[in-house]
């Protein structure tokens, strides 16, 4: 209730206890209107808080994969403009032709009869008037073998029983090693769910294949390779310098993860549902033979139990790229350079002298160290000098050792296929499916990088042993 007195001259005559609730009422008032003021102040402030907090957010710039650690896929698309093609003199540009290999097959073009009086010209003489080649693949057809064992008696008394070959030696086997490496490499390398599998089998080939059949097959291999795989391990746990990294695996329903160790020669890759740091100890048991440690900065990645750690400087060009274009002009940009110095100076490190290139590291760190301790009132700058200043040892390793990387990027190239795989295969509906796929990924990196086509590869595994030096 408000209440609004009259004029002093016209107040009515009311007793002393008229007066008093009169007050009291007035009182009440006072503090019911003071108490509203004071929500609309406590309105006002957080609106105000708000405002200042999308102002700043509008003022951060955007992320993208320039500037951060994101896909290029997740980047917005910007209009570009149309590029104009400009003609180019045949002596500007010189063309190039595929150079075809000799021909296995040839083929006579000839016409039986006269196309304009219809008489035979089996008999005429002819002459070469056009000739070309062209790559073409025969008729794809599989074929059924059928193997027979015998046995047989020695002249010492021994009876002997022939072997079937490895890959052929499962009893009631109805499909062969090739059969068994193409399932896997269609669906490892190229992605193929199994429904497109089973429909590419029988039109391409002419073989009729179950989807159980299938699962089967890729949990044949999965036994076959485990015991190579297992050898790329131990090797790994044996190595100087192994990097490491992992990305997301939908796995039976739930959120799971692809961890990946490798060196420049081996690779091997786990699936299991955890990101912490105990799925590094399982995996490589005792660490302590591996001299150097090459990750990206994320914490479970660095609880390994190694001597040194390197971290990927290629995250921290992203980061500084993302502080300068936040505004920074005075620390990012010299770290910037001075990280890319580096690089340049470690490819030129065979060409100078041992004293002078030890002199430029001494001066380079000395730079970078002076940078770190700089004072610069910047949100981003004081995040990157105190993430700096903490793992500077680990920033320039690559510059000491010529074993070293100065990025991570084997690790996240060696996991590109596994989300390509993700996106269009979707989940794994069990472990072991998720398990023959890490399998898969280990000996096709790993052939990769030995130069093994991976065909060849796995038709060594599944038929005759496998040697990789």
């Known amino acids: 209730m408000t ?77 570009v403009a149309p590029i104009v093609k400009k003609k180019h003199r045949l002596y500007e540009r010189q063309g190039h032709q595929r150079v075809l290999p000799e021909a296995e097959v040839v083929w006579d073009c000839e016409s039986q009869a006269c196309e304009q009086c219809g008489a035979d010209l089996a008999e005429a003489p002819r002459r070469l008037v056009g000739c070309q080649r062209v790559i073409d693949i025969p008729p794809i057809q599989a074929q059924v073998i059928e193997l027979r064992r015998y046995e047989r008696s020695c002249s010492c008394g021994h009876c002997q029983q022939d072997a079937y070959p490895k890959g052929y030696e499962e009893a009631h086997q109805h499909f062969g090693p090739r059969i068994h490496a193409l399932i896997s490499y269609f669906n490892g ?37 485990h015991p190579l795989i297992e050898t790329f391990l131990e090797r790994i746990r044996q190595s100087r310098v192994v990097g490491s990294d992992e990305t997301g695996l939908k796995l039976a329903g739930k959120r799971g993860w692809l961890w990946v160790v490798q060196t420049p020669e081996l690779s091997y890759f786990a699936a ?106 910047h949100p981003d700058v004081l995040r990157l000098q105190k993430r700096f200043r903490k793992h500077f040892d680990a920033m320039w390793l690559f510059l000491e050792r010529e074993d070293v990387p100065f990025d991570n990027n084997a690790s996240e190239r060696a996991l590109r296929p596994a989300t390509t795989h993700r996106k269009v295969i979707g989940c794994f509906r069990t472990d072991h499916g998720a398990d023959a796929y890490a399998m898969y990924r ?14 060849d590869a796995l038709h060594q595994v599944l038929g005759h042993s496998l040697h990789i030096a």
């Not at 002393?16 to 007050?23: F, P, S």
């Not at 009422?25 to 105000?48: F, H, K, M, N, P």
């Not at 490589?284 to 390197?310: F, M, P």
């Open 189 to 225: 390398t190229h992605h193929v769910a199994h429904e497109r599998l089973q429909n590419m089998m029988q039109a391409v080939f002419g073989v009729e294949i179950s989807a159980g059949a299938i699962v089967n097959s890729l949990q044949r291999t999965r036994r076959y390779l």
């Open 3 to 79: 209440f609004q007195l009259p004029p002093l001259g016209q107040l009515p005559h009311f007793d002393k206890q008229e007066y008093w609730d009169l007050i009291q009422d007035l009182g009440q008032e006072v503090t019911y209107l003071s108490v509203q003021l004071r929500d609309r102040d406590e309105q006002l402030s957080q609106a105000l808080a708000q405002i200042a907090s999308l102002q700043s957010e509008l003022s951060r710039p955007e992320k993208t994969s320039e500037n951060a650690s994101l896909a290029p896929s997740q980047d917005h698309k910007r209009p």
């Open 272 to 377: 299991v549902d955890s990101r912490a740091g105990q799925v590094l100890e399982d995996i490589l048991i005792d660490a302590s033979g591996i001299e150097v440690w090459c990750s990206d900065l994320y914490s479970a990645q660095l609880t390994v139990n190694t001597k040194r750690y390197a971290i990927c400087n290629a995250h921290q060009l992203r980061d500084l790229q993302y502080a300068i274009d936040a505004g920074d002009t005075v620390f990012a940009p010299a770290m910037q350079q001075l990280l890319r110095h580096g690089l340049q100076l470690t490819k030129r490190r065979s060409q100078l002298d041992k004293h002078d290139y030890q002199l430029q590291v001494q001066q380079l760190k000395h730079s970078a160290n002076w940078l770190n301790q700089l004072d610069v009132p």
């Open 442 to 455: 280990s000996l096709e990196d790993t052939a990769r990088k030995q130069n093994i086509p991976i065909l």
